[in-house]
């Protein structure tokens, strides 16, 4: 009963992380709404009005008063005393269906607005009461690496919890989230993993030392908290790996399950790795996870160790016959998983093979069909298969057939042209049609445009098929005005999918006068992933360096920067853009300009200017923008120098970051 009440306990907590980080559908809609503001927005009577929000009877007002503030960024930072005063309000209010606080409102909304008001928060912290505390302590990570102004909180926080395991694992993951350098929290970590006789501690320690984003971790969406340290630290990548690999054997399923998901993430030991999750096989004990959808419930060790092996992509071919070995496993997911893998395995057709001639060769139909022309050579053997005396095994053999060979086998493709009726029947038959594209795109466009919202899965099946999908990407671009922001990434991601032929399309979408600053935030953010067919778009974005919308030319200004592209044409501009009203926009210029190198040494002289800003992300921005350009910011040596005795650790850590790189470079 007593392992019961503990895995509810890890559960319940879990779940609570997890909603505290989300964004609330509030703020989704927030998001949008900056994108469209102009400078007019962020005139001084505006703030002022809004500030009088801030003491209003009504709870949704004062919320959303912080709420507008924040979203004009550093320059609302004349009410974050007065938004202090409210992070205790516990009273609540209704919106869209859902009851919001007014303190934990502005508590995300004021670690949005950081760095400016993570120094006031940082002084403001012992006022607070100890729930207010642990509350910006979960939200803390949201201000990415400025966080670490509040480490000294967080560590004192831990240390004084000793008694209370409700809290005490999430500051552990917390403060391994937001440590700089790994140094304070790496230690703890491995010691808690090792020696803790708390399991949920365990299981954090765990997870804290997980390196990367990966795809089946069950515990959360965030990017692995312990990714700095290990970059740096090849002996400290050694250690963690190796606690992680006895934590396998640990008597608590939990931690079994969260040692091979970090485990995973460590490319140098993944050979390990293979040898201990493959034993976790076996392993049908469950344990309390957090889904995808935000639910908690119970998973079996043995899954969650599949889901591992999948990840080690070095090892595909020793993992596929792993797969293929397992006994027990549902013949559907075993299917899946050999599929997944025959994408990075060196010699697939010899285990399809095995499989294809074995007591169940269905399980080498979805594979092959990913393998298209390439698996020609096991055509024979389908052949045969198509006059099984199963039905589904004849009828897989003849659709795989008409995949992999379809001038042999034309039937298939004649099935393909029926019309099909439903969303979830055209995106199954596209994954078994790829090969077929000219005929299933046409099918999947018209179940996209019959959808307001842009269905996920059908963009994702044509992404799938690539640049003979391309005449899908207008739809996706144009779906980045409709304004779910929480899909954006997850589109920008599916575009690149479909190579660089995109890049003038979203040229077309950005020189359209009508488009929405939601779309042209998107489309600017997306364009320098697609590096060097990128640079045609150059002139198009320096124009937007011009744009009424403050957010746009910001973007903007972080794409020249990113592509680092055509200096003669860019960088000028940039210089422009270094006074721009919008402090924003100034460090996202100033940091871009710090990308260029030696051909920016015309601009370092507007740089040292900005150390002396007004702001404290522009001072940021510039102090870093000079730290990249060497040899020819010696000049600003002094003016670094005179910043070391900043009352902000952000800028002493920058300065001295700064004057580092600008030493050895030369």
């Given at each position: 009963?007593?392992?019961?009440?503990?895995?509810?306990?890890?559960?319940?907590?879990?779940?609570?992380?997890?909603?505290?980080?989300?964004?609330?559908?509030?703020?989704?809609?927030?998001?949008?709404?900056?994108?469209?503001?102009?400078?007019?927005?962020?005139?001084?009577?505006?703030?002022?009005?809004?500030?009088?929000?801030?003491?209003?009877?009504?709870?949704?007002?004062?919320?959303?008063?912080?709420?507008?503030?924040?979203?004009?960024?550093?320059?609302?930072?004349?009410?974050?005393?007065?938004?202090?005063?409210?992070?205790?309000?516990?009273?609540?209010?209704?919106?869209?269906?859902?009851?919001?606080?007014?303190?934990?409102?502005?508590?995300?909304?004021?670690?949005?607005?950081?760095?400016?008001?993570?120094?006031?928060?940082?002084?403001?912290?012992?006022?607070?009461?100890?729930?207010?505390?642990?509350?910006?302590?979960?939200?803390?990570?949201?201000?990415?690496?400025?966080?670490?102004?509040?480490?000294?909180?967080?560590?004192?926080?831990?240390?004084?919890?000793?008694?209370?395991?409700?809290?005490?694992?999430?500051?552990?993951?917390?403060?391994?989230?937001?440590?700089?350098?790994?140094?304070?929290?790496?230690?703890?970590?491995?010691?808690?993993?090792?020696?803790?006789?708390?399991?949920?501690?365990?299981?954090?320690?765990?997870?804290?030392?997980?390196?990367?984003?990966?795809?089946?971790?069950?515990?959360?969406?965030?990017?692995?908290?312990?990714?700095?340290?290990?970059?740096?630290?090849?002996?400290?990548?050694?250690?963690?790996?190796?606690?992680?690999?006895?934590?396998?054997?640990?008597?608590?399923?939990?931690?079994?399950?969260?040692?091979?998901?970090?485990?995973?993430?460590?490319?140098?030991?993944?050979?390990?790795?293979?040898?201990?999750?493959?034993?976790?096989?076996?392993?049908?004990?469950?344990?309390?996870?957090?889904?995808?959808?935000?639910?908690?419930?119970?998973?079996?060790?043995?899954?969650?160790?599949?889901?591992?092996?999948?990840?080690?992509?070095?090892?595909?071919?020793?993992?596929?016959?792993?797969?293929?070995?397992?006994?027990?496993?549902?013949?559907?997911?075993?299917?899946?998983?050999?599929a997944e893998l025959i994408p990075y395995c060196q010699q697939p057709l010899e285990a399809l093979q095995t499989l294809?001639?074995?007591?169940?060769?269905?399980?080498?139909?979805?594979?092959?069909?990913?393998?298209?022309?390439?698996?020609?050579?096991?055509?024979a053997r389908l052949d045969r298969l198509t006059h099984h005396k199963n039905k589904m095994i004849a009828d897989g053999?003849?659709?795989?057939?008409?995949?992999?060979?379809?001038?042999?086998?034309?039937?298939?493709?004649?099935?393909?042209?029926?019309?099909?009726?439903?969303?979830?029947?055209?995106?199954?038959?596209?994954?078994?049609?790829?090969?077929?594209?000219?005929?299933?795109?046409?099918?999947?466009?018209?179940?996209?445009?019959?959808?307001?919202?842009?269905?996920?899965?059908?963009?994702?099946?044509?992404?799938?098929?690539?640049?003979?999908?391309?005449?899908?990407?207008?739809?996706?671009?144009?779906?980045?005005?409709?304004?779910?922001?929480?899909?954006?990434?997850?589109?920008?991601?599916?575009?690149?999918?479909?190579?660089?032929?995109?890049?003038?399309?979203?040229?077309?979408?950005?020189?359209?006068?009508?488009?929405?600053?939601?779309?042209?935030?998107?489309?600017?953010?997306?364009?320098?992933?697609?590096?060097?067919?990128?640079?045609?778009?150059?002139?198009?974005?320096?124009?937007?360096?011009?744009?009424?919308?403050?957010?746009?030319?910001?973007?903007?200004?972080?794409?020249?920067?990113?592509?680092?592209?055509?200096?003669?044409?860019?960088?000028?501009?940039?210089?422009?853009?270094?006074?721009?009203?919008?402090?924003?926009?100034?460090?996202?210029?100033?940091?871009?300009?710090?990308?260029?190198?030696?051909?920016?040494?015309?601009?370092?002289?507007?740089?040292?200017?900005?150390?002396?800003?007004?702001?404290?992300?522009?001072?940021?921005?510039?102090?870093?923008?000079?730290?990249?350009?060497?040899?020819?910011?010696?000049?600003?040596?002094?003016?670094?120098?005179?910043?070391?005795?900043?009352?902000?650790?952000?800028?002493?850590?920058?300065?001295?970051?700064?004057?580092?790189?600008?030493?050895?470079?030369?």
């Amino acid at each position: 009963m007593k392992t019961s009440r503990n895995a509810i306990s890890v559960s319940v907590i879990a779940v609570i992380f997890v909603l505290l980080l989300l964004p609330t559908p509030a703020l989704w809609a927030v998001d949008d709404k900056a994108l469209e503001l102009t400078d007019a927005d962020y005139s001084k009577e505006r703030i002022a009005e809004l500030t009088l929000l801030l003491d209003a009877k009504s709870a949704q007002e004062r919320a959303e008063g912080a709420e507008k503030l924040c979203m004009l960024g550093a320059e609302a930072r004349v009410a974050i005393p007065k938004m202090l005063t409210l992070l205790n309000d516990q009273e609540g209010y209704v919106l869209y269906l859902n009851r919001f606080q007014v303190g934990k409102v502005v508590m995300q909304n004021l670690i949005e607005l950081s760095p400016e008001s993570l120094l006031p928060l940082q002084q403001r912290f012992p006022d607070l009461t100890k729930e207010t505390r642990l509350e910006l302590a979960l939200r803390i990570p949201k201000a990415g690496t400025n966080a670490r102004v509040m480490l000294p909180e967080l560590i004192q926080m831990f240390e004084s919890t000793k008694g209370d395991q409700s809290s005490r694992p999430l500051m552990l993951l917390m403060i391994a989230t937001i440590d700089p350098n790994g140094k304070q929290a790496f230690q703890r970590v491995l010691k808690v993993l090792k020696h803790d006789g708390n399991a949920s501690m365990r299981k954090y320690a765990a997870i804290s030392l997980s390196r990367a984003k990966s795809a089946r971790q069950v515990y959360w969406n965030q990017p692995g908290p312990a990714a700095r340290w290990f970059r740096e630290s090849p002996k400290d990548a050694i250690e963690a790996g190796d606690a992680l690999l006895v934590a396998l054997d640990d008597t608590e399923p939990d931690v079994r399950a969260a040692a091979a998901q970090s485990l995973v993430t460590y490319p140098e030991s993944e050979e390990r790795a293979m040898a201990g999750i493959s034993k976790l096989l076996g392993d049908e004990k469950s344990y309390s996870v957090m889904y995808s959808n935000h639910f908690g419930g119970a998973e079996l060790v043995s899954n969650t160790a599949r889901w591992c092996l999948l990840e080690l992509h070095s090892q595909a071919d020793r993992v596929l016959q792993i797969i293929i070995q397992q006994e027990g496993q549902h013949n559907a997911l075993k299917d899946r998983d050999i599929a997944e893998l025959i994408p990075y395995c060196q010699q697939p057709l010899e285990a399809l093979q095995t499989l294809l001639d074995g007591e169940h060769p269905e399980l080498t139909f979805r594979a092959l069909s990913q393998l298209g022309s390439g698996a020609t050579k096991l055509a024979a053997r389908l052949d045969r298969l198509t006059h099984h005396k199963n039905k589904m095994i004849a009828d897989g053999a003849k659709s795989t057939l008409g995949q992999i060979a379809p001038k042999q086998y034309p039937g298939f493709v004649d099935q393909l042209k029926k019309p099909v009726a439903k969303l979830d029947e055209a995106i199954s038959v596209a994954g078994f049609a790829r090969p077929n594209v000219s005929i299933e795109i046409p099918r999947l466009l018209n179940r996209i445009q019959d959808d307001y919202d842009l269905k996920m899965d059908v963009v994702k099946e044509l992404a799938a098929i690539g640049p003979e999908a391309i005449e899908a990407v207008p739809i996706i671009i144009d779906s980045f005005e409709t304004g779910f922001t929480f899909y954006v990434d997850n589109k920008q991601d599916l575009l690149l999918k479909f190579g660089p032929g995109v890049v003038p399309l979203i040229i077309t979408a950005l020189i359209s006068p009508e488009k929405k600053a939601t779309l042209r935030v998107a489309c600017l953010q997306v364009l320098p992933r697609f590096g060097e067919p990128a640079r045609e778009a150059v002139p198009i974005i320096v124009e937007h360096l011009k744009s009424k919308y403050p957010r746009v030319r910001q973007a903007a200004a972080r794409a020249l920067g990113l592509l680092a592209a055509v200096p003669d044409q860019t960088l000028p501009r940039l210089q422009q853009a270094l006074s721009d009203p919008r402090p924003f926009v100034r460090a996202a210029a100033a940091e871009s300009c710090g990308a260029f190198g030696l051909a920016a040494a015309p601009q370092v002289p507007d740089l040292i200017l900005l150390l002396s800003d007004e702001y404290l992300e522009v001072r940021l921005a510039a102090i870093s923008a000079l730290g990249k350009l060497g040899p020819i910011a010696i000049g600003a040596d002094a003016k670094i120098k005179a910043q070391l005795v900043d009352k902000d650790v952000l800028v002493r850590d920058a300065c001295k970051a700064a004057l580092l790189a600008i030493r050895k470079a030369n």
